[in-house]
């Protein structure tokens, strides 16, 4: 299980981040957990997992998979395949790849029979509840208006953060609540735990900074304040 508060690194398909540049970032976010003793996790590319999973202690998860068991199949990223390579868990349904209800409901059954995490995105407060009634560990309020825009959803639209909140303790005490979209500072991440989420999911803030690790140190401050 992801120890929380948390801070979740999307590498997307950025060129910063590619092969690499992936473990010199995982490298980073793992130098910065060690150092103020805080949770945090990256998510790089498919083609990256492995490479970044034996370089790093930290938590790595996959961006998406398919719900496809391992077989006569060509072009799938299996649930095996990426705890094989050495992912702890999965984002699913991310604004940048969008599925059905179904395909949640079967990667969040089989990553939890291989004990795998799953980080479960929504975009709209109902959404946030209809994905915690599957039982994920950690479902991601993001409205993906906000998503790259440096307008952090916690402070342009907290009622939208409070409102899942409410919907996912409704339909599943279980499930812990983070939220993304636009974080790019500590007062971010202060802002969104304040609000009563675990953590953040971020990308660009992180991976497209100049200095990542001294953004990565201000957002695990932040942790650490919240505690």
């Known amino acids: 299980m992801l120890k929380t508060p948390t801070i979740i690194v999307n590498f997307k398909a950025y060129r910063e981040s590619l092969g690499k540049k992936a473990v010199e970032l995982a490298r980073i976010a793992e130098e910065v957990s060690r150092e103020l003793n805080v949770s945090i996790a990256v998510a790089p590319q498919a083609t990256d997992i492995r490479l970044v999973a034996s370089a790093v202690s930290i938590p790595v998860f996959a961006q998406a998979v398919d719900s496809v068991a391992v077989g006569a199949l060509t072009g799938h990223v299996t649930i095996e395949s990426i705890k094989d390579a050495g992912a702890v868990g ?46 994920p560990e950690f479902v991601a309020i ?48 202060k802002a969104a735990l304040r609000l009563g989420t675990v953590g953040v999911l971020l990308a660009s803030g992180v991976v497209k900074a100049k200095d990542p690790k001294k953004v990565l140190i201000e957002m695990g401050n932040a942790l650490i304040e919240s505690l």
């Open 142 to 189: 993001e409205p993906p208006e906000l998503i790259g825009t440096g307008i952090p959803v916690s402070k342009a639209k907290p009622e939208v953060v409070t409102n899942s909140l409410e919907k996912v303790r409704s339909v599943n005490s279980k499930s812990k609540v983070i939220c993304g979209a636009g974080i790019t500072t500590g007062d971010d991440v």
């Open 90 to 135: 999965t984002i699913i349904n991310h604004s940048e790849r969008r599925v059905q209800i179904s395909l949640i409901s079967e990667v969040v059954k089989a990553s939890r029979e291989l004990n795998l995490t799953t980080v479960v995105c929504a975009d709209t407060p109902e959404v946030t509840a209809a994905v915690a009634s599957l039982n």
